[in-house]
């Protein structure tokens, strides 16, 4: 897996394996704009990785991030991102990977998923690559310290009602339908899933590729 930050400011990937998957690179870093970072996946590996920015760390890895913080450290270790932060989610399978970028816990950074040297599959690109920031309704905004919208909760997190978590009653499929909010997110993000129960062809599946994972993939 390669991680490439297009974005204009640094980025600080979280990487979070599935239960039992090894921690890589110590579940975090920082990625400087325009730089890349490659990372071996063992075989069957799963997990997800987000960025954080806004970061600011002392010599000991100490410190806090504006968004997607993991408990104040550089290093992850294993802990997820505090939402709302965008999550490209990865698994590696013996016929087939799975991939998807998520915007079940909220968006913070544009994130997209690109397979190449793969081996056979669909291998289509996944991701949300608009900013969603710039057209996050009022009550899902989370403001910066200047008062512009650094992160976008997701519809379940702001207002934790069963309706929009896709829980109790609405813990199936059949009955956890689009609501205004998740159609904002999938209009603005097609290829990424918007709610617990969004469409699944949302998911990508590949065989043996590689993925390059861009954070902002709209800059140039």
Same mark, same amino acid.
């Given at each position: 897996?390669?991680?490439?930050?297009?974005?204009?400011?640094?980025?600080?990937? *979280?990487?979070?394996?599935?239960?039992?998957?090894?921690?890589?690179?110590?579940?975090?870093?920082?990625?400087?704009?325009?730089?890349?970072?490659?990372?071996?996946?063992?075989?069957?590996?799963?997990?997800?990785?987000?960025?954080?920015?806004?970061?600011?760390?002392?010599?000991?890895?100490? *410190?806090?991030?504006?968004?997607?913080?993991?408990?104040?450290?550089?290093?992850?270790? *294993?802990?997820?991102?505090?939402?709302?932060?965008?999550?490209?989610?990865?698994?590696?399978?013996?016929?087939?990977?799975?991939?998807?970028?998520?915007?079940?816990?909220?968006?913070?950074?544009?994130?997209?998923?690109?397979?190449?040297?793969?081996?056979?599959?669909?291998?289509?690109?996944?991701?949300?690559?608009?900013?969603?920031?710039?057209?996050?309704?009022?009550?899902?905004?989370?403001?910066?310290?200047?008062?512009?919208?650094?992160?976008?909760?997701?519809?379940?997190?702001?207002?934790?009602?069963?309706?929009?978590?896709?829980?109790?009653?609405?813990?199936?499929?059949?009955?956890?339908?689009?609501?205004?909010?998740?159609?904002?997110?999938?209009?603005?993000?097609?290829?990424?899933?918007?709610?617990?129960?969004?469409?699944?062809?949302?998911?990508?599946?590949?065989?043996?590729?590689?993925?390059?994972?861009?954070?902002?993939?709209?800059?140039?």
């Amino acid at each position: 897996m390669v991680l490439l930050n297009k974005c204009e400011h640094p980025v600080w990937p *979280g990487i979070q394996p599935s239960a039992g998957r090894p921690v890589l690179a110590r579940g975090g870093f920082k990625l400087n704009p325009y730089k890349a970072f490659a990372l071996d996946l063992p075989d069957g590996w799963s997990g997800r990785v987000w960025g954080r920015h806004g970061c600011s760390f002392d010599a000991a890895g100490k *410190g806090r991030c504006a968004t997607g913080d993991c408990g104040g450290t550089l290093y992850c270790n *294993g802990a997820g991102g505090a939402p709302p932060a965008t999550l490209a989610e990865i698994t590696l399978g013996q016929e087939q990977d799975f991939y998807d970028v998520s915007l079940v816990d909220g968006y913070n950074l544009a994130i997209g998923i690109t397979p190449f040297k793969a081996a056979s599959g669909k291998c289509a690109p996944a991701g949300c690559i608009s900013d969603l920031n710039a057209m996050c309704p009022a009550g899902l905004q989370v403001k910066g310290a200047r008062g512009s919208i650094v992160a976008c909760k997701s519809a379940c997190s702001a207002f934790n009602s069963p309706r929009y978590c896709c829980t109790g009653t609405f813990g199936t499929p059949q009955a956890c339908k689009p609501t205004a909010y998740s159609k904002i997110f999938k209009a603005a993000c097609p290829r990424a899933y918007s709610y617990a129960y969004d469409d699944p062809t949302s998911i990508a599946t590949c065989t043996k590729g590689n993925y390059l994972v861009t954070f902002c993939p709209h800059h140039h």
